[in-house]
Protein backbone atom coordinates (compact mmCIF):
# COMPACT_ATOMS: atom_id res chain seq x y z
CA UNK A 1 0.00 0.00 0.00
CA UNK A 2 2.91 2.64 0.72
CA UNK A 3 4.98 1.75 -1.97
CA UNK A 4 1.36 2.20 -4.34
CA UNK A 5 0.85 5.35 -2.65
CA UNK A 6 4.26 6.90 -3.08
CA UNK A 7 4.06 5.92 -6.86
CA UNK A 8 0.43 7.65 -7.20
CA UNK A 9 2.52 11.08 -6.49
CA UNK A 10 3.21 13.25 -9.32
CA UNK A 11 6.48 15.36 -8.42
CA UNK A 12 6.20 17.23 -11.52
CA UNK A 13 2.85 18.55 -10.17
CA UNK A 14 4.19 20.67 -7.60
CA UNK A 15 6.62 23.82 -7.65
CA UNK A 16 9.71 23.70 -5.53
CA UNK A 17 8.89 27.32 -3.63
CA UNK A 18 12.95 28.68 -3.80
CA UNK A 19 15.50 30.91 -5.66
CA UNK A 20 18.40 28.86 -4.25
CA UNK A 21 20.68 26.97 -6.81
CA UNK A 22 21.83 24.64 -4.06
CA UNK A 23 18.55 23.66 -2.82
CA UNK A 24 17.58 22.04 -6.32
CA UNK A 25 20.47 20.72 -7.64
CA UNK A 26 23.42 18.47 -5.42
CA UNK A 27 26.65 20.52 -5.82
CA UNK A 28 29.17 19.91 -8.36
CA UNK A 29 31.81 21.63 -6.32
CA UNK A 30 33.38 20.81 -2.67
CA UNK A 31 32.53 23.23 -0.27
CA UNK A 32 35.00 25.35 2.19
CA UNK A 33 34.32 25.79 5.44
CA UNK A 34 35.86 29.25 7.05
CA UNK A 35 35.18 28.93 10.64
CA UNK A 36 31.49 27.75 11.10
CA UNK A 37 30.47 29.73 8.04
CA UNK A 38 30.04 27.47 4.78
CA UNK A 39 31.07 28.79 1.00
CA UNK A 40 29.72 26.76 -2.05
CA UNK A 41 30.85 27.44 -5.34
CA UNK A 42 28.24 25.96 -8.34
CA UNK A 43 28.65 26.71 -12.06
CA UNK A 44 25.49 25.58 -14.31
CA UNK A 45 25.94 25.47 -17.77
CA UNK A 46 22.49 25.59 -20.22
CA UNK A 47 21.42 22.02 -19.37
CA UNK A 48 22.22 21.58 -16.06
CA UNK A 49 19.96 25.22 -15.49
CA UNK A 50 17.01 24.19 -17.71
CA UNK A 51 16.88 21.24 -15.83
CA UNK A 52 16.01 22.92 -12.66
CA UNK A 53 14.70 26.19 -14.16
CA UNK A 54 17.81 28.27 -13.24
CA UNK A 55 19.76 30.53 -15.59
CA UNK A 56 23.00 29.36 -16.62
CA UNK A 57 25.81 31.06 -14.56
CA UNK A 58 27.72 30.88 -11.30
CA UNK A 59 26.17 30.83 -7.99
CA UNK A 60 28.04 31.26 -4.99
CA UNK A 61 26.48 30.23 -1.66
CA UNK A 62 27.13 31.40 1.73
CA UNK A 63 25.81 29.67 4.89
CA UNK A 64 26.16 31.10 8.86
CA UNK A 65 24.77 30.80 11.89
CA UNK A 66 22.43 33.33 13.53
CA UNK A 67 23.90 37.07 11.85
CA UNK A 68 22.10 38.87 14.44
CA UNK A 69 25.49 38.61 16.59
CA UNK A 70 27.88 40.99 16.01
CA UNK A 71 30.99 38.55 16.07
CA UNK A 72 29.17 36.06 12.49
CA UNK A 73 28.33 39.50 10.90
CA UNK A 74 31.54 40.76 10.33
CA UNK A 75 33.19 37.16 9.39
CA UNK A 76 29.98 37.12 6.98
CA UNK A 77 30.41 41.07 5.72
CA UNK A 78 34.64 40.30 4.84
CA UNK A 79 33.74 36.97 3.14
CA UNK A 80 30.67 38.51 1.39
CA UNK A 81 33.25 41.57 0.16
CA UNK A 82 35.91 38.92 -0.75
CA UNK A 83 33.35 36.63 -2.83
CA UNK A 84 31.78 39.48 -4.94
CA UNK A 85 35.25 40.79 -5.23
CA UNK A 86 36.05 37.84 -6.88
CA UNK A 87 32.52 37.76 -8.99
CA UNK A 88 33.40 41.20 -10.35
CA UNK A 89 36.51 39.84 -11.89
CA UNK A 90 34.72 37.18 -13.17
CA UNK A 91 32.38 39.45 -15.33
CA UNK A 92 35.72 41.06 -16.05
CA UNK A 93 34.41 44.62 -14.16
CA UNK A 94 37.53 47.36 -13.53
CA UNK A 95 38.27 49.49 -11.06
CA UNK A 96 36.89 52.13 -13.32
CA UNK A 97 33.85 50.51 -14.15
CA UNK A 98 30.34 52.68 -13.21
CA UNK A 99 27.68 50.68 -11.19
CA UNK A 100 24.08 50.70 -10.63
CA UNK A 101 22.96 49.27 -7.39
CA UNK A 102 19.35 48.30 -7.13
CA UNK A 103 16.85 47.32 -4.06
CA UNK A 104 14.15 44.92 -5.29
CA UNK A 105 11.04 44.75 -3.16
CA UNK A 106 8.50 46.24 -0.92
CA UNK A 107 10.18 48.66 1.73
CA UNK A 108 6.57 48.08 4.07
CA UNK A 109 6.54 44.63 4.51
CA UNK A 110 9.41 43.23 6.69
CA UNK A 111 10.69 40.20 4.56
CA UNK A 112 10.72 42.15 1.80
CA UNK A 113 12.21 44.75 3.05
CA UNK A 114 16.07 43.84 2.77
CA UNK A 115 16.69 45.72 -0.79
CA UNK A 116 15.30 48.80 0.11
CA UNK A 117 16.85 48.41 3.39
CA UNK A 118 20.64 48.04 1.95
CA UNK A 119 19.83 51.05 -1.09
CA UNK A 120 19.50 53.26 2.27
CA UNK A 121 22.94 51.83 3.21
CA UNK A 122 24.89 51.91 0.26
CA UNK A 123 27.54 54.76 -0.44
CA UNK A 124 26.46 56.67 -3.62
CA UNK A 125 29.16 58.90 -5.37
CA UNK A 126 28.04 59.84 -8.44
CA UNK A 127 26.61 63.65 -8.16
CA UNK A 128 29.98 63.69 -6.52
CA UNK A 129 31.61 63.00 -9.93
CA UNK A 130 29.08 65.37 -11.11
CA UNK A 131 30.67 67.87 -9.36
CA UNK A 132 34.45 67.22 -9.55
CA UNK A 133 34.62 66.29 -5.99
CA UNK A 134 34.84 62.50 -6.23
CA UNK A 135 38.15 61.34 -4.58
CA UNK A 136 39.88 59.02 -5.47
CA UNK A 137 39.53 54.93 -4.73
CA UNK A 138 35.56 55.59 -4.70
CA UNK A 139 33.93 54.42 -8.30
CA UNK A 140 30.70 56.07 -9.79
CA UNK A 141 27.42 54.76 -7.65
CA UNK A 142 23.63 55.04 -8.37
CA UNK A 143 21.30 53.49 -6.16
CA UNK A 144 17.27 53.19 -6.64
CA UNK A 145 14.90 51.19 -4.86
CA UNK A 146 12.62 51.03 -7.99
CA UNK A 147 9.31 49.44 -5.95
CA UNK A 148 7.20 46.64 -6.91
CA UNK A 149 4.57 46.29 -9.86
CA UNK A 150 1.69 46.20 -7.73
CA UNK A 151 2.55 49.65 -6.36
CA UNK A 152 4.01 51.32 -9.54
CA UNK A 153 1.91 49.57 -11.97
CA UNK A 154 5.32 49.04 -14.09
CA UNK A 155 7.52 46.07 -14.65
CA UNK A 156 10.21 46.10 -12.58
CA UNK A 157 12.41 44.55 -15.30
CA UNK A 158 11.65 47.51 -18.00
CA UNK A 159 11.75 50.28 -15.17
CA UNK A 160 15.22 49.22 -14.68
CA UNK A 161 16.11 49.06 -18.21
CA UNK A 162 14.91 52.34 -18.75
CA UNK A 163 16.89 53.58 -15.93
CA UNK A 164 20.26 51.59 -17.00
CA UNK A 165 19.58 53.39 -20.61
CA UNK A 166 19.33 56.54 -19.20
CA UNK A 167 22.43 56.57 -16.54
CA UNK A 168 24.26 54.06 -18.25
CA UNK A 169 26.32 52.11 -16.00
CA UNK A 170 28.87 49.48 -17.07
CA UNK A 171 27.34 46.56 -14.26
CA UNK A 172 24.10 46.13 -11.96
CA UNK A 173 23.68 44.90 -8.44
CA UNK A 174 20.67 43.49 -7.83
CA UNK A 175 19.31 43.04 -4.07
CA UNK A 176 16.49 40.68 -3.09
CA UNK A 177 14.78 38.75 -0.61
CA UNK A 178 14.16 35.21 -1.68
CA UNK A 179 12.20 32.38 -0.47
CA UNK A 180 14.16 28.79 0.68
CA UNK A 181 12.93 25.74 0.71
CA UNK A 182 14.25 24.58 4.59
CA UNK A 183 13.98 26.46 7.87
CA UNK A 184 17.72 26.04 8.47
CA UNK A 185 18.13 28.52 5.37
CA UNK A 186 15.79 31.30 6.44
CA UNK A 187 17.65 34.49 7.32
CA UNK A 188 21.10 32.32 7.54
CA UNK A 189 22.32 31.65 3.23
CA UNK A 190 23.35 34.29 1.30
CA UNK A 191 23.16 33.89 -3.04
CA UNK A 192 25.49 35.53 -5.40
CA UNK A 193 25.24 35.16 -8.73
CA UNK A 194 25.88 36.42 -12.41
CA UNK A 195 22.75 34.60 -14.05
CA UNK A 196 20.29 37.88 -13.29
CA UNK A 197 17.40 37.08 -11.36
CA UNK A 198 13.15 36.64 -11.59
CA UNK A 199 11.70 39.09 -8.61
CA UNK A 200 8.90 36.92 -6.73
CA UNK A 201 9.75 33.08 -8.11
CA UNK A 202 9.98 31.65 -5.47
CA UNK A 203 6.56 33.13 -4.14
CA UNK A 204 5.05 31.81 -7.05
CA UNK A 205 4.59 35.45 -8.18
CA UNK A 206 7.52 35.40 -11.31
CA UNK A 207 7.92 38.64 -12.88
CA UNK A 208 10.33 39.26 -15.95
CA UNK A 209 13.82 38.34 -15.64
CA UNK A 210 16.57 40.97 -14.66
CA UNK A 211 19.53 39.92 -16.51
CA UNK A 212 22.47 41.16 -19.28
CA UNK A 213 19.94 39.77 -21.81
CA UNK A 214 17.38 41.94 -21.14
CA UNK A 215 18.55 45.02 -19.72
CA UNK A 216 22.04 45.07 -21.40
CA UNK A 217 24.71 45.37 -18.62
CA UNK A 218 26.06 42.43 -16.44
CA UNK A 219 24.04 41.21 -13.29
CA UNK A 220 25.03 40.35 -10.16
CA UNK A 221 22.17 39.35 -8.40
CA UNK A 222 22.58 39.12 -4.20
CA UNK A 223 19.69 37.60 -2.37
CA UNK A 224 19.47 36.00 1.27
CA UNK A 225 16.17 33.90 2.08
CA UNK A 226 13.51 35.47 4.71
CA UNK A 227 10.29 33.47 3.68
CA UNK A 228 9.80 29.96 3.48
CA UNK A 229 6.41 27.98 2.67
CA UNK A 230 4.26 25.95 5.12
CA UNK A 231 4.50 22.66 3.21
CA UNK A 232 8.61 23.19 3.96
CA UNK A 233 8.07 23.82 7.75
CA UNK A 234 5.62 20.94 7.84
CA UNK A 235 8.00 18.46 5.98
CA UNK A 236 11.09 19.73 7.75
CA UNK A 237 9.31 19.01 11.03
CA UNK A 238 8.64 15.46 10.24
CA UNK A 239 12.16 14.81 9.20
CA UNK A 240 12.85 16.88 12.77
CA UNK A 241 10.88 14.17 14.86
CA UNK A 242 13.02 11.53 12.74
CA UNK A 243 16.07 12.80 14.39
CA UNK A 244 14.35 13.50 17.58
CA UNK A 245 12.87 10.20 17.86
CA UNK A 246 16.38 8.30 16.95
CA UNK A 247 18.15 10.20 19.51
CA UNK A 248 16.00 9.57 22.06
CA UNK A 249 16.16 5.73 21.48
CA UNK A 250 19.44 5.91 21.02
CA UNK A 251 20.07 7.38 24.19
CA UNK A 252 17.33 6.06 26.37
CA UNK A 253 19.61 4.33 28.62
CA UNK A 254 22.17 7.06 29.19
CA UNK A 255 21.94 8.26 32.66
CA UNK A 256 23.55 11.36 31.87
CA UNK A 257 20.88 11.97 29.25
CA UNK A 258 18.54 12.27 32.84
CA UNK A 259 20.19 15.66 33.59
CA UNK A 260 19.93 17.29 30.35
CA UNK A 261 17.06 19.04 29.07
CA UNK A 262 16.26 20.35 25.64
CA UNK A 263 19.27 18.57 23.86
CA UNK A 264 19.93 20.10 20.22
CA UNK A 265 19.54 16.84 18.59
CA UNK A 266 20.03 18.07 15.40
CA UNK A 267 23.97 18.32 16.26
CA UNK A 268 24.23 14.63 16.91
CA UNK A 269 25.05 12.30 14.41
CA UNK A 270 22.18 9.90 14.50
CA UNK A 271 20.49 7.46 12.18
CA UNK A 272 16.46 6.17 12.70
CA UNK A 273 15.79 3.19 10.62
CA UNK A 274 12.58 2.39 8.16
CA UNK A 275 10.69 0.53 9.87
CA UNK A 276 10.98 2.84 13.13
CA UNK A 277 9.58 5.56 10.30
CA UNK A 278 6.62 3.47 9.74
CA UNK A 279 6.09 3.15 13.35
CA UNK A 280 6.15 6.41 13.79
CA UNK A 281 3.97 7.49 10.80
CA UNK A 282 2.55 4.77 8.62
CA UNK A 283 2.14 5.15 5.31
CA UNK A 284 3.67 8.44 5.57
CA UNK A 285 6.76 7.32 6.95
CA UNK A 286 7.32 4.94 3.91
CA UNK A 287 8.01 8.56 1.89
CA UNK A 288 11.09 9.59 0.62
CA UNK A 289 11.74 13.51 1.94
CA UNK A 290 10.64 14.51 -1.67
CA UNK A 291 7.88 12.61 -1.55
CA UNK A 292 6.35 13.72 1.87
CA UNK A 293 6.85 17.46 0.50
CA UNK A 294 5.19 16.86 -2.02
CA UNK A 295 1.95 14.86 -0.07
CA UNK A 296 2.04 17.99 1.88
CA UNK A 297 1.66 20.71 -1.20
CA UNK A 298 -0.98 18.32 -2.69
CA UNK A 299 -2.97 18.96 0.68
CA UNK A 300 -2.46 22.50 1.56
CA UNK A 301 -2.51 24.18 -1.85
CA UNK A 302 -5.94 23.81 -2.91
CA UNK A 303 -7.50 24.83 0.28
CA UNK A 304 -4.97 27.98 0.02
CA UNK A 305 -3.11 27.13 3.07
CA UNK A 306 0.25 26.88 1.74
CA UNK A 307 1.42 29.95 3.48
CA UNK A 308 4.88 31.50 2.86
CA UNK A 309 5.73 31.85 6.63
CA UNK A 310 8.87 34.98 7.90
CA UNK A 311 9.79 34.49 11.52
CA UNK A 312 8.40 37.15 14.23
CA UNK A 313 11.42 39.21 14.73
CA UNK A 314 12.10 39.73 10.69
CA UNK A 315 12.03 43.15 10.88
CA UNK A 316 15.03 43.41 13.37
CA UNK A 317 16.62 40.95 11.37
CA UNK A 318 15.99 42.06 8.15
CA UNK A 319 18.09 45.42 9.52
CA UNK A 320 21.06 43.04 10.45
CA UNK A 321 21.10 41.87 7.18
CA UNK A 322 20.82 44.82 5.35
CA UNK A 323 24.47 46.04 7.42
CA UNK A 324 25.97 42.98 6.43
CA UNK A 325 24.93 43.11 2.65
CA UNK A 326 25.48 46.79 2.36
CA UNK A 327 28.48 46.71 3.64
CA UNK A 328 29.72 44.11 1.56
CA UNK A 329 28.50 45.77 -1.41
CA UNK A 330 30.43 49.31 -0.02
CA UNK A 331 33.73 47.44 0.56
CA UNK A 332 33.97 45.72 -3.04
CA UNK A 333 32.51 48.83 -5.21
CA UNK A 334 35.29 51.39 -3.38
CA UNK A 335 38.61 50.83 -2.50
CA UNK A 336 38.89 53.23 0.68
CA UNK A 337 35.94 51.47 2.24
CA UNK A 338 36.66 48.88 4.81
CA UNK A 339 34.71 46.11 6.47
Known sequence: MGDKMSHEIDLNKYEVHTDLAIEQIEPQTTSRVIDDIKITDISLDKKAGEEIGKRPGRYITIEFPDITDYDNSQKIKTLLTEELKKMLKVIKINDNSTCLVIGLGNEKVAPDAVGPEVISKTIVTNHLYVYGQLEEGFRRVWAISPGVMGETGIETSDLIKGIVDTVKPDFVITVDALASSSIERVNKTIQMTNAGINPGSGVGNKRKEISEDTIGVPVIAIGI???????????????????????????????????????????KDVNLLDNDKKNLFGIVGSLKDNEIKSLIYEILNPIGYNLMVTPKEEDFIVEKISDVISGGINSSLHKNVDN
Open 225 to 267: PTVVDAASIVSDTINYMYKHFAYNKENINNPAQKLKFGVNYLK
